[in-house]
């Protein structure tokens, strides 16, 4: 590229043929730096006038500076400025050359370009080979056998289950073409044929049964157990076929089928929790193979080429996690991520209204909820109205659990905080998903009956509570913990917050006591099922906790109560869909009548995503990366 060098007032250029700006702009002192010429040569010549027809073009981020004042093949320039006005005195260059060899010579210099224009066109369409995602919650391990939402979102994509849900979590076919139930014990399951996982290696019922044996082998409150724990022995049968014999009759076991993903059996040979743990061990059949994880910034996909069901719409996934709210938004306004989760009620309107962005929302399973202490006598974060420690837990009492239920603006919360974000609810199922309950309305806002029924449970100046919750969960956690604890408040209950985040929370709230116990008095938590079957969640959330048998993994405070126990069993045994059904409705309001927990809040799935794209939402918030699609 030939330089232009002006001098003082005056500037100067020769040989001019770049395109990019000069360093000064009209009415700046000329320096003794080397700038390059901002004009090009034109395509034509005319012999009558001397000079080219062209008129010289200066680049958009030039035009506020510079005006052009001479033709631009001229072999030397010379520009000054006249009260903002400039003139120039200039030299004509040689007439162009019209043989064929010049021709073939502008042809060569003009290669370069050619090339740079075809790689800048090409170059979206090899971008979008590659999608980036934001996501609020972050990876804490890649082993597909420990239950934790953000680690199954991402496991989805590598390891895939032998039951299929869809959008709306019913089951469908996958792995298994086919589940039959032999007897009311004994469950015949076919496998798909052809399947491969990502290493290579064919997929049979051996790995079936070392998936289930492992699933069921891992110990502690973020294991499958409770969806597994039904299956007395499980073997193989022939390479396509799998027999399950279950400890009772289990109509729910294609259901809990859904959640757990198959492992390859060859590749976990050796392989130990840590390997697991950090990906190594990482061999699924699912779309996508495990390339990188940054603990606390991003996970790396690649697309299985090997995949038995089509090739995915990208080569790369790079899921980034941004807890912070306002920053994963900003990301996906900026163009910085293609896809983002659980955008807030209070920055949905910025999505929705973004000039190349689209906001995506449907009904979700996960609910918000409290649960308080039922097993101690003295509950630890609980004291007496004057701070004192007192004698007796005070949610062992009716009356107490139905004031801290009315004392809850639920419509309050959903529209103020979670800027309707939220579905105010009294019952543990979505309203257009099974177990849903008419009859169950959400509890009342009435903190005049509140205060008189502390009253009458013989708390006339209340007492005083410490209530535990994580920050990092759903966008309004946080805000929507400290609104419940100045309801609690404003009606004599003189309620503290600790906020933690999730990983610590839940370690605490599940086994942070004495002996391994739950060690707080009350937490707000978040519950959704991943089969989608009411039967599941009042497995998890309400049947009286049993570590061995895997029974009550989420019932934090310990509720128990023989009636309710039984209908959900009778439940779990019935292969009638509606008589099942039903008795899951019973068993809830019975458990809800009692205070089992305090229904809060459905939330709602939001996604934001670019206009350019589509996304097919789910129930349960996750985002599947075959179910997001550059538009057609």
């Known amino acids: 590229m030939t330089a232009c060098r002006p001098a003082r007032a005056t500037r100067r250029w020769c040989g001019c043929r770049a395109r990019s700006c000069p360093s000064t702009t009209r009415g700046a002192t000329a320096s003794s730096t080397t700038m390059p010429c901002p004009f090009r040569p034109g395509p034509s010549w005319s012999r009558s006038a001397g000079w080219p027809r062209w008129m010289p073009q200066i680049p958009a981020a030039c035009r506020r500076g510079w005006t052009p004042c001479a033709p631009a093949t001229a072999s030397c320039i010379t520009c000054r400025s006249r009260k903002r006005r400039w003139t120039a005195r200039w030299r004509p260059g040689p007439e162009p050359d019209r043989s064929s060899r010049h021709r073939r010579s502008n042809v060569k210099r003009l290669l370069p370009a050619i090339t740079a224009l075809l790689v800048a066109y090409a170059a979206p369409f090899a971008l979008a080979q590659n999608l980036t995602v934001g996501m609020k919650g972050a990876v804490d391990s890649a082993d597909p056998h420990l239950l934790y939402t953000p680690n199954r979102n991402i496991a989805l994509q590598i390891y895939e289950p032998l039951i299929y849900q869809d959008r709306f979590l019913k089951p469908q076919p996958w792995l298994a073409t086919s589940w039959t139930a032999v007897d009311d014990r004994t469950w015949e399951i076919k496998l798909r044929e052809g399947v491969v996982f990502s290493d290579g290696t064919p997929f049979t019922a051996d790995d079936v049964v070392f998936s289930l044996k492992r699933g069921l082998s891992i110990e502690g409150v973020r294991t499958y157990r409770a969806y597994l724990k039904d299956i007395d022995t499980v073997e193989a049968v022939d390479p396509l076929t799998v027999r399950i014999v279950t400890r009772q009759p289990s109509a729910v076991l294609p259901w809990n089928l859904t959640t757990i993903g198959m492992v390859s059996a060859k590749a976990a040979d050796g392989a130990s929790a840590e390997d697991f743990d950090g990906g190594r061990a990482a061999i699924g059949t699912g779309p996508y193979k495990w390339v990188r994880w940054t603990p606390g910034q991003d996970v790396v996909l690649e697309r299985n080429e090997t995949y038995w069901n089509g090739e995915e719409p990208w080569e790369k996934v790079r899921v980034r996690f941004i807890a912070n709210d306002s920053a994963r938004v900003a990301a996906l306004l900026a163009g910085d991520v293609d896809l983002i989760d659980e955008v807030p009620g209070n920055l949905a309107a910025r999505v929705k209204e973004g000039e190349n962005t689209a906001l995506v929302e449907d009904t979700s399973v996960f609910e918000v909820y409290l649960t308080m202490d039922r097993f101690r006598d003295a509950s630890p974060y609980v004291k007496g109205a004057d701070g004192a420690a007192l004698a007796k837990n005070p949610f062992k009492d009716a009356k107490v659990r139905e004031a801290l239920t009315l004392a809850i603006n639920r419509k309050g919360i959903a529209e103020r905080i979670m800027q309707g974000a939220a579905t105010p609810t009294g019952q543990i199922a979505p309203e257009g998903f ?40 759903f966008s309004g956690d946080a805000q929507s913990c400290q609104a419940i604890a100045q309801m609690f408040s404003a009606i004599g209950v003189r309620t503290q917050v600790e906020t933690l985040p999730a990983s610590v929370f839940y370690k605490r709230a599940n086994s942070g006591g004495p002996n391994g116990e739950p060690e707080f008095s009350m937490i707000m938590s978040l519950y959704g099922t991943p089969t989608g079957n009411p039967v599941n969640s009042l497995v998890n959330l309400i049947q009286t906790a049993d570590k061995e048998r895997g029974l009550g993994v989420s019932n934090r405070g310990r509720y128990s109560n023989p009636e309710v126990d039984a209908l959900i069993a009778k439940a779990q045994a019935s292969f009638d869909g509606a008589r099942s059904e039903e008795l899951a409705r019973q068993a809830a309001a019975a458990a809800l009548s009692d205070q089992a927990i305090i229904p809060l809040f459905f939330l709602k799935s939001s996604w934001g995503v670019r206009k350019d794209l589509t996304l097919e939402p789910r129930g349960d918030g996750f985002i599947m990366m075959r179910n997001v699609r550059p538009k057609s």
């Open 434 to 473: 099974a177990g849903y309950d008419e009859t169950l309305p959400p509890a009342a806002y009435d903190p005049r009956r509140a205060k008189a029924l502390l009253a009458e449970a013989g708390y006339p100046d209340g007492f005083q509570l410490t209530i535990h919750c994580f920050n990092d969960r």
